[in-house]
C-alpha cells in the first residue's frame, strides 16, 4: 500500500533563516504531488505541484521553493524566512493520470517563524 | 478562477442531530467533487468522491452528498450525528480544464462540534 511521509511535524524558525521540509511517498510510480498551506478559516491553498522529476509548477508567487530531485521525494524550502511563511504545510500524492483522482495528505508540518 | 465556498465556518450540534453542510462552486464544465475530513490531531481523509453518475454518493461512516448541477453544490449530509463526528470539513473541487489537472481547490473548511 501507499503511504506518505511528511517531516518535521513541527518548526520553529527565526525570521530569516531558511527551510527544509520534505516529503517522500512509497509503494507508487511517479505520482503527482503537491504542497499545499493550511490556515485557519481559509482552507487549503496550493503552492506548488509536480508531475515528475524537476517538474516544478508554482501557484502563487511567494517566498518557497519546491524541488523534487526523486520521484518519490518532494521538498519545500526558503532561503529566508518571513514572519507571514508561518502556517500549517501539507504535502500531497495522487496517482499520474485523471482529473478525478482524490488527493492522499502527509500529517503536515506545524511552521512558526519567529 | 474557479472558488468554492463553504457555508458555514462552525457549526454547533447535539449528538443524534442531523448535519448538513453546504458547499457551492463556480465553474460551468464538467467538475469532480470530494468532501474531506478533518478529526483533531489527524491528517485530512477523503470522506467521499463523486466522478459521474448518480449524483447522491455514499462515503464512509454514514455520511453522502448530493451533486445538483444547476445549483452548483455538493452538499454533505448525515442522518445523525455522533460525538466522533466532530472534526474539520473541507469540500474540494478539480475543474477538467486543461491546466487544473489534478489539482484541487478547496473551500474554506466548517468545523463541526458534536456534544453528548
Do not use: M
Not at chain 1, 510510480?29 to 496550493?46: C, D, E, H, T, V
Not at chain 1, 521525494?73 to 500524492?93: E, M, N, P, T, V
Amino acid at each position: 500500500s501507499q503511504t506518505i511521509h511528511q517531516w518535521p511535524a513541527t518548526l520553529v524558525q527565526p525570521v530569516g533563516s531558511p527551510l527544509s521540509l520534505e516529503c517522500t511517498v512509497e509503494g507508487t510510480s511517479n505520482p503527482n504531488l503537491y504542497w499545499y498551506r493550511q490556515a485557519a478559516g481559509r482552507g487549503l491553498q496550493l503552492l506548488f505541484y509536480s508531475i515528475g522529476i524537476d517538474q516544478i509548477s508554482s501557484e502563487v508567487p511567494q517566498n518557497l521553493s519546491a524541488s523534487r530531485p526523486q520521484d518519490r521525494q518532494f521538498i519545500l524550502s526558503s532561503k529566508k524566512l518571513l514572519l507571514s511563511d508561518s502556517g500549517f504545510y501539507l504535502c500531497a500524492w495522487s496517482p499520474p493520470a485523471g482529473y478525478n483522482s482524490p488527493l492522499h495528505f502527509g500529517n503536515g508540518t506545524r511552521l512558526t517563524v519567529t | 478562477a474557479q472558488s468554492v465556498s463553504q457555508h458555514n465556518h462552525h457549526v454547533i450540534l447535539s449528538e443524534a442531530a442531523s448535519l448538513e453542510l453546504g458547499c457551492n462552486y463556480s465553474y460551468g464544465g464538467t467538475v469532480n467533487l470530494f468532501w474531506y475530513v478533518q478529526y483533531p490531531g489527524q491528517h485530512l481523509q477523503l470522506l467521499l468522491k463523486y466522478f459521474s453518475g448518480d449524483p447522491l454518493v455514499k462515503g464512509i461512516k454514514g455520511f453522502e452528498a448530493e451533486f445538483i448541477k444547476s445549483k452548483f453544490s455538493f452538499n454533505l449530509r448525515k442522518p445523525s450525528v455522533q460525538w466522533s463526528d466532530t472534526a474539520e470539513y473541507f469540500c474540494a473541487v478539480n475543474a477538467e480544464t486543461t491546466d487544473s489537472w489534478g489539482k484541487l481547490q478547496f473551500g474554506a473548511g466548517t468545523q463541526v462540534v458534536v456534544t453528548p
